[in-house]
């Protein structure tokens, strides 16, 4: 039998992932980036004796594979792209790869906004209960390098909707999918529907033996609805309605009903707050009861779980003003969750490079929760427009530095500072991180 030959376009964690996986199968390898190459990958590539490419696509070699792994991050519109497909070469992502070289059960979690928590969550609940867990996918270490490394007998993953476009025979055991809001819709052809079928794409290959865990309270989603596999079991959350099967909150107190065994908890122990916050547990809490982890086990994570950096991430409280860093709220839902959950005076410092934002969606909850706002962008028009007449006091700030010291200036005794952009980064920071990592630096030199 011939030697499949691998392409691996992308050569971060997931690709370099994908290309330490396929030379363990013993596939002809070949790394090519169109960018730079990190130092730490490069060195990884050369230990391994894995040949690769920087800043340019060699199309003779890329057009003679048998398979492509692509980067989540490549749009499809790609040059390179376009000519794979014309010469109909299998193009999967690095979850699809892994996935084909795993005997674990997949719990993989998909939504446009609380996916990340969702999964770091679920991953916690697995393993505080003892279970041979692994945590990978838009998170933490790529799925095909742990595959690689050693299998699990759990892994549980976040998937974009950009690694399911290139998926074929992924198949969870269980499948999450937190909500529904529009993004990345210039990777859709600008159509909604299109990154809908993305999302419920994630359902697509499960059977009766599976679940798919979904949030009844979504319009979207119930919109939708029909676009899931029929097969699947379907486990509703809802935060409004009681269900029979799933998950739901009566009398400040999430209940979830899957059996004789219910599970009860009051909401005000849950570690993280927040309505957004009792949907992510409820789904978690149904993925750990479905594969067995007992209801004291399930308690005692859900009420010591730390939120991730970067999401609603506690940084400090200075002359009774607590710092809150939230810079993963790169859309207007994921601000919508954060000031949602607030329950004192915010300052809020937004803005960035705005992606077609809708701020009407957060108009209420600013006018009744934010007191002030500190514009951090190039260009804040647009934020000006929006809440001039909701905010008594708006005000634009050139560097990270300025809108902490701004908005320490303007808060009083009992009032929050919360970093929740709304916006992509790439304006002043190289990404969410950065930005998160110098508001952290700024607060804390205060």
């Given at each position: 039998?011939?030697?499949?030959?691998?392409?691996?376009?992308?050569?971060?964690?997931?690709?370099?992932?994908?290309?330490?996986?396929?030379?363990?199968?013993?596939?002809?390898?070949?790394?090519?980036?169109?960018?730079?190459?990190?130092?730490?990958?490069?060195?990884?590539?050369?230990?391994?004796?894995?040949?690769?490419?920087?800043?340019?696509?060699?199309?003779?070699?890329?057009?003679?594979?048998?398979?492509?792994?692509?980067?989540?991050?490549?749009?499809?519109?790609?040059?390179?792209?376009?000519?794979?497909?014309?010469?109909?070469?299998?193009?999967?992502?690095?979850?699809?790869?892994?996935?084909?070289?795993?005997?674990?059960?997949?719990?993989?979690?998909?939504?446009?906004?609380?996916?990340?928590?969702?999964?770091?969550?679920?991953?916690?609940?697995?393993?505080?209960?003892?279970?041979?867990?692994?945590?990978?996918?838009?998170?933490?270490?790529?799925?095909?390098?742990?595959?690689?490394?050693?299998?699990?007998?759990?892994?549980?993953?976040?998937?974009?909707?950009?690694?399911?476009?290139?998926?074929?025979?992924?198949?969870?055991?269980?499948?999450?999918?937190?909500?529904?809001?529009?993004?990345?819709?210039?990777?859709?052809?600008?159509?909604?529907?299109?990154?809908?079928?993305?999302?419920?794409?994630?359902?697509?290959?499960?059977?009766?033996?599976?679940?798919f865990i979904y949030c009844m309270d979504d319009k979207v989603t119930m919109e939708y609805f029909h676009k899931a596999n029929p097969a699947v079991q379907k486990l509703p959350v809802s935060y409004y309605q009681k269900v029979s099967k799933g998950a739901y909150v009566e009398n400040k107190q999430i209940i979830i009903e899957l059996d004789q065994n219910n599970f009860i908890m009051p909401i005000s122990e849950l570690s993280i707050q927040g309505m957004h916050n009792s949907y992510?547990?409820?789904?978690?809490?149904?993925?750990?009861?479905?594969?067995?982890?007992?209801?004291?086990?399930?308690?005692?994570?859900?009420?010591?779980?730390?939120?991730?950096?970067?999401?609603?991430?506690?940084?400090?409280?200075?002359?009774?003003?607590?710092?809150?860093?939230?810079?993963?709220?790169?859309?207007?839902?994921?601000?919508?969750?954060?000031?949602?959950?607030?329950?004192?005076?915010?300052?809020?410092?937004?803005?960035?490079?705005?992606?077609?934002?809708?701020?009407?969606?957060?108009?209420?909850?600013?006018?009744?929760?934010?007191?002030?706002?500190?514009?951090?962008?190039?260009?804040?028009?647009?934020?000006?427009?929006?809440?001039?007449?909701?905010?008594?006091?708006?005000?634009?700030?050139?560097?990270?530095?300025?809108?902490?010291?701004?908005?320490?200036?303007?808060?009083?005794?009992?009032?929050?500072?919360?970093?929740?952009?709304?916006?992509?980064?790439?304006?002043?920071?190289?990404?969410?991180?950065?930005?998160?990592?110098?508001?952290?630096?700024?607060?804390?030199?205060?």
């Open positions: 039998m011939p030697v499949e030959k691998i392409v691996i376009l992308g050569s971060g964690e997931s690709g370099v992932g994908a290309a330490i996986l396929a030379q363990k199968q013993g596939m002809e390898v070949f790394v090519s980036d169109f960018g730079k190459i990190k130092d730490a990958y490069k060195s990884e590539l050369e230990a391994h004796q894995i040949p690769f490419e920087e800043g340019t696509h060699s199309e003779e070699i890329i057009l003679a594979a048998t398979t492509i792994i692509k980067s989540p991050g490549i749009p499809d519109k790609a040059p390179i792209i376009k000519k794979i497909k014309e010469k109909n070469i299998p193009v999967i992502s690095e979850i699809e790869f892994g996935f084909r070289y795993t005997k674990a059960k997949v719990i993989a979690i998909t939504g446009t906004n609380g996916k990340t928590t969702t999964t770091a969550l679920t991953y916690h609940l697995l393993d505080k209960a003892g279970l041979n867990v692994g945590l990978g996918g838009n998170i933490g270490t790529s799925f095909a390098r742990q595959v690689a490394n050693g299998d699990k007998e759990y892994f549980v993953l976040e998937v974009s909707s950009f690694q399911l476009d290139n998926c074929v025979t992924f198949k969870p055991h269980i499948a999450v999918l937190c909500n529904i809001t529009e993004d990345h819709l210039d990777r859709y052809d600008y159509k909604f529907e299109n990154y809908i079928d993305s999302k419920f794409s994630i359902t697509k290959n499960q059977d009766a033996d599976d679940y992510n547990s409820m789904a978690a809490a149904i993925s750990a009861k479905l594969v067995g982890v007992r209801n004291e086990k399930i308690r005692e994570s859900l009420e010591d779980f730390k939120n991730l950096e970067h999401r609603l991430e506690f940084v400090a409280t200075i002359r009774n003003v607590d710092f809150i860093n939230d810079s993963k709220a790169t859309n207007v839902n994921s601000t919508w969750y954060a000031l949602e959950s607030m329950i004192k005076p915010t300052v809020l410092i937004a803005g960035g490079v705005d992606k077609g934002n809708d701020y009407t969606l957060i108009k209420e909850l600013v006018n009744s929760k934010v007191k002030a706002i500190i514009c951090l962008g190039k260009d804040n028009e647009k934020l000006h427009q929006a809440f001039a007449s909701e905010v008594g006091y708006i005000v634009d700030a050139g560097s990270m530095e300025q809108a902490v010291q701004m908005a320490y200036n303007i808060a009083e005794k009992g009032d929050v500072v919360l970093l929740s952009p709304c916006c992509a980064s790439f304006d002043l920071f190289e990404n969410y991180e950065d930005r998160g990592k110098q508001f952290k630096r700024c607060v804390l030199n205060l």
